[in-house]
């Protein structure tokens, strides 16, 4: 496996991490920032808006005819290299002054992430991963910790699209077979952690395209299965699962429609 950073990947990284400065800029003074709410439980302040434009035109400046899709402004999926932003996920961790958000920066070609930054700035850690090169964490070369293993710790994601029933009897399952369960409130914050070791993996039945575009690769390089639904409208109603091979093995029951590896 190759350990050196591309060019196209040292330039993302620094781009997500002066972002992570705006970001954190906001975070200081977050009392004071302009809220709206999209839809329940889904907030935009004034931060996300501001980061999504700052990365944006640096994206611009360094990849001029590439495509961006953004949780704020939109965009269009395409063929071939796409850059695709969360600006803040976990916004409404970030409001609330919890450390658990952060910003994610990934690069999807034909409905595939194959590249992804993630910036979690209040804990100092930049995680960048393309594929088939493996992980860097704050510029050097990063192994997930395997120990561990038989404690069963998952990080479970939630959205206000999720059926009732669904969701609960998914959840049940997982208790069932002694899996302890987490939720972040943060898709980024879930697979961070899962390829990082901290926790066995990240499941989520609904999300999109920009919250998943940064770890997904950061999941695939640390070793865990990683699978990838994409919805009909291409950057909507995806929904991931990535994990163990014992975290893998009590899901695929339970979620019967998740596609093969």
Known sequence: MKTEISDRLRIASHI??????????????????????????????????????????RLQQHFPNDPIIGEEMGGQLSDGACWVIDPIDGTSNFLRGSPLWGVSLGLVERHRPVMGVVVLPVLNELFAAESGKGIFLNGKPFSRDNRFADVQVLSLGDSSDDQLGEASAFYRGLREADWSVHCYRCTTVGMVFAAKGLIDGHLQRRTTLWDIAGGAVLCQEAGLETVVNFGSEGIRHLCVAVGTPNLMATVRPLWPDLSPR
């Open 16 to 57: 997500a991490a002066e972002a992570a400065e705006l970001a954190m800029s906001f975070f200081a003074r977050r009392s004071e920032i302009d809220v709206s709410s999209k839809r329940t439980q889904d907030f935009v302040s004034e931060a996300d808006v501001a980061v999504e434009t700052f990365i944006r035109q």
